[in-house]
């Protein structure tokens, strides 16, 4: 079984700063991709930032600039930081990882969200 716990959502006022956390742990190895993607009421799951092992980053372009992705591979963490946010970034974000788990081979998983909401 894989965990993500996520952490650091919350509420902001506009231009303001979050960082969020998530941690996989469980029966996941070799974690090539992490990220976070957003969903916002009634619309589709988006990405937002993702980054391999090796530390190639891939970043949305509505938050190029204003969002830093960041990783730990010995503690399997994965970190955004969120600077000069908008009433538009209000979402729940999900924290992405694939890997390899015994049972499946490579694969998926994804944290429960952690609510951000920006007030303007």
């Known amino acids: 079984q894989v965990q993500l716990v996520e952490s650091g959502g919350g509420l902001v006022q506009a231009g303001g700063s979050l960082r969020l956390s998530c941690v996989a742990s469980?029966?996941?190895?070799?974690?090539?991709?992490m990220g976070w993607y957003r969903q916002a009421p009634g619309k589709q799951r988006e990405l937002v930032a993702t980054i391999t092992r090796a530390g190639m980053i891939t970043y949305s372009d509505s938050v190029k600039g204003r969002f830093t992705i960041s990783r730990d591979n010995a503690k399997n963490t994965v970190y955004l930081q969120m600077n000069s946010l908008k009433p538009e970034d209000t979402c729940v974000y999900y924290c992405?990882?694939?890997?390899?788990?015994?049972?499946?081979?490579?694969?998926?998983?994804w944290g429960q969200g952690t609510q951000v909401t920006v007030s303007s």
């Open positions: 469980g029966n996941i190895f070799n974690i090539n991709h």
């Open positions: 992405y990882v694939y890997g390899f788990v015994p049972s499946r081979g490579f694969s998926d998983a």
